[in-house]
């Protein structure tokens, strides 16, 4: 018979979860095996929850113990449902108000190239971060419209980054092979798993003898924002511990959000930003032809390949619209025009969405071959006349000489703007 759970006893039973993650597993890190123990007892407190975090276990090649990892924290978690042969209908239908905790393997089911027809399954882990996101559904038979619960925490497990849409919203677990000096338990399903669902039942009993103080309770949070959704249930969790836990949460949040940082993927959006700035160097304005080029010669670059005869004009005007950067129209004094983009429209999108980029290196970039370009602002009426001249006091910039010209200075250029 299990001896009852009192208040006090969180921290003993958060060692006992960590005593059994490192007997079966061995993490990367300290802090990514305390993020993994709160992570599992916040599961058994998920009615108290604005948030439910996901946890993502993924390596970069197989045997690297992420597999074994799902089976531990299937074991020790809050009523586990295996998703990876249940219908999207099915799992849809057991989410409640005391959800269950969604566990996926081989997640390249839900969201790689073997996906087709998840396409609900990825919708509800996409929007069962938070509350009352349901999922919409008409019931042709009743003739009524189905409000369907979708928050639930969920486990994923696969090699490779998981979609931003999913890893922004979770604790992000890097697995790696075991060295030859690092041993393990075997884990034995009927044999192991039964002290592990006694564990889980002492969390439970544990966790829920006050789910309103959970629910109401604002810790003091060292990230912000997303981050500080996902991490705050798990924080919670440790300062009821109590012991080393409230410090060793917040520790593990910092650690694991930094690592997130250096190696969480970068969206193709903000790449083409952070590649832009490269492409300007020094340059104030540049015809579109110009950083076209420049953003392809980078062979790390996806710029080359995008598309057939890669990234295009109109597919880079696209992208930049998203941040309210345009082409304008470029005026040489001899009458010809191209279109082009000012380096001063970007600035607020690289502040905000790439801000520590390192400065272009002067050798980063050719010289844009034009000089004493003049930019001035408005908007092209009809040909040739404008509706709005910028200040004519703008300093002008000397950006290059014409490498076909032996340093003689090509017209200055007159920048305006223009419907694209």
Not at 88 to 106: C, H, K, M, N
Not at 373 to 398: F, I, K
Request: proline fraction near 8%; hydrophobic fraction near 40%.
């Amino acid at each position: 018979m299990t001896t009852p759970v009192v208040a006090s006893e969180g921290a003993r039973l958060l060692d006992a979860v960590h005593a059994s993650l490192t007997r079966y597993v061995v993490l990367p890190t300290p802090e990514a095996t305390d993020a993994v123990v709160l992570w599992i007892a916040a599961t058994h407190g998920q009615p108290a929850w604005a948030h439910a975090p996901r946890l993502v276990i993924r390596a970069p090649e197989k045997r690297c113990g992420k597999s074994r990892l799902l089976d531990i924290v299937e074991a020790l978690s809050h009523a586990p449902l295996i998703t990876v042969n249940a219908s999207p209908a099915a799992v849809y239908r057991s989410i409640t108000g005391d959800p269950p905790t969604l566990l996926v393997d081989e997640s390249d089911t839900i969201f790689g190239p073997k996906a087709e027809g998840n396409e609900d399954l990825r919708g509800l882990l996409n929007a069962g971060h938070q509350r009352n996101r349901p999922a919409v559904r008409y019931d042709a038979a009743n003739n009524r419209v189905e409000h369907i619960p979708t928050f639930a925490m969920a486990a994923l497990a696969g090699i490779g980054a998981m979609p931003d849409t999913i890893e922004d919203r979770a604790v992000v677990i890097h697995m790696r092979r075991r060295t030859a000096g690092e041993s393990v338990s075997p884990f034995r399903h009927r044999r192991d798993r039964p002290a592990l669902r006694e564990l889980a039942d002492q969390l439970a009993e544990w966790l829920r003898i006050d789910l309103k103080a959970l629910e109401s309770a604002e810790p003091a949070m060292p990230v912000e924002d997303r981050t500080a959704d996902t991490w705050e249930p798990l924080v919670i969790v440790a300062d009821q511990a109590g012991g080393t836990w409230p410090e060793r949460a917040r520790a593990a949040s910092l650690a694991l959000t930094a690592e997130a940082s250096d190696q969480g993927q970068t969206s193709l959006r903000v790449q083409l930003l952070a590649d832009c700035r490269t492409a300007f160097g020094t340059d104030t304005v540049l015809p579109t032809a110009v950083l076209l080029d420049r953003l392809k010669t980078d062979p790390e670059a996806p710029w080359l390949d995008y598309g057939p005869a890669g990234l295009s004009a109109m597919k880079l005007g696209q992208f930049l619209r998203e941040y309210d950067i345009r082409s304008s129209n470029i005026r040489f004094t001899d009458g010809s025009q191209s279109k082009g983009y000012q380096r001063a429209d970007f600035a607020d999108a690289w502040a905000r969405y790439c801000p520590e980029s390192a400065p272009p290196s002067e050798e980063a970039v050719p010289a844009v071959p034009t000089s004493s370009v003049q930019v001035s602002a408005g908007r092209l009426d009809e040909p040739g006349r404008l509706s709005r001249t910028a200040n004519s006091s703008r300093p002008s910039v000397t950006s290059g000489n014409d490498p076909g010209t032996a340093g003689t200075a090509t017209p200055p250029l007159r920048l305006v703007r223009g419907a694209e």
